[in-house]
């Protein structure tokens, strides 16, 4: 697509299950982000993968958060064991060519996830 | 590692006034800098950018933002806002030349406009 593309919209999940939130780049970015924007609290960084070296996972608040790259195309963020306070709406990014000019990132509509 | 401050959380102003929205990083080498916007009810998107060349940027709806070195700022200005402009407004900042340097935020600035 043309676009950042997230999956699913919206997601209501249950105190304690799990779930796992979907991000499609656009074609040929070789970065990619994932931010969570909470009522008040800005963006904050939670994972960077770039290319084929180790994401940079400095930002994810617990070992319940993880996330994966396939093919250095589609992530998937995992959030196991929900806790009400991770309520928010999770973003993906991407652009191209890090470190470079013209490397502003691309974002998708967001996740809203709300654990009740 | 980088960082970016905004200093003001929350900016209320009537339509016709003139804004200036403050944004300071702090990294000391060659950056790439970007203010991004967020429409009510709409993703993120980018109102301009600076990578190098003239510090004063001109961006979508009227906006500019100047990057002055010395300073580590990136201020954002528009003269005469919109009740339209209502939004929030992200600074960001990546580091040049390091293919590790990931976009980093500030934390956002809400802007109100009374019609």
């Known amino acids: 697509g043309a676009g950042v593309s997230q999956s699913p919209s919206n997601k209501v999940t249950e105190k304690g299950k799990d779930v796992e939130l979907r991000c499609d780049p656009i074609?040929?970015?070789?970065?990619l982000y994932w931010y969570r924007q909470s009522l008040g609290q800005g963006l904050e960084f939670l994972i960077y993968?770039?290319?084929?070296?180790?994401?940079?996972k400095s930002g994810l608040p617990s070992d319940r958060f993880s996330a994966e790259r396939t093919g250095g195309s589609v992530s998937t963020l995992t959030i196991q064991r929900t806790q009400q306070e991770d309520s928010a709406v999770y973003l993906c990014?991407?652009?191209?060519?890090?470190?470079?000019?013209?490397?502003?990132?691309?974002f998708g509509q967001g996740t809203r996830l709300t654990v009740v | 590692a980088q960082s970016v401050s905004q200093h003001n959380h929350h900016v209320i102003l009537s339509e016709a006034a003139s804004l200036e929205l403050g944004c300071n990083y702090s990294y000391g080498g060659t950056v790439n800098l970007f203010w991004y916007v967020q429409y009510p009810g709409q993703h993120l998107q980018l109102l301009l950018k600076?990578?190098?060349?003239?510090?004063l940027v001109k961006g979508i709806k009227g906006f500019e933002a100047e990057f002055i070195k010395s300073k580590f700022s990136f201020n954002l200005r528009k003269p005469s806002v919109q009740w339209s402009d209502t939004a929030e407004y992200f600074c960001?900042?990546?580091?040049?030349?390091?293919?590790?340097?990931?976009?980093?935020f500030g934390s956002g600035t809400r802007l109100s406009i009374r019609p």
């Open positions: 600076y990578f190098s060349g003239d510090p």
């Open positions: 993968f770039q290319g084929n070296s180790a994401p940079d």
């Open positions: 074609s040929g970015h070789t970065a």
């Open positions: 960001a900042v990546n580091a040049r030349y390091s293919s590790a340097s990931k976009i980093i």
């Open positions: 990014a991407s652009s191209q060519r890090p470190g470079q000019a013209n490397t502003e990132a691309f």
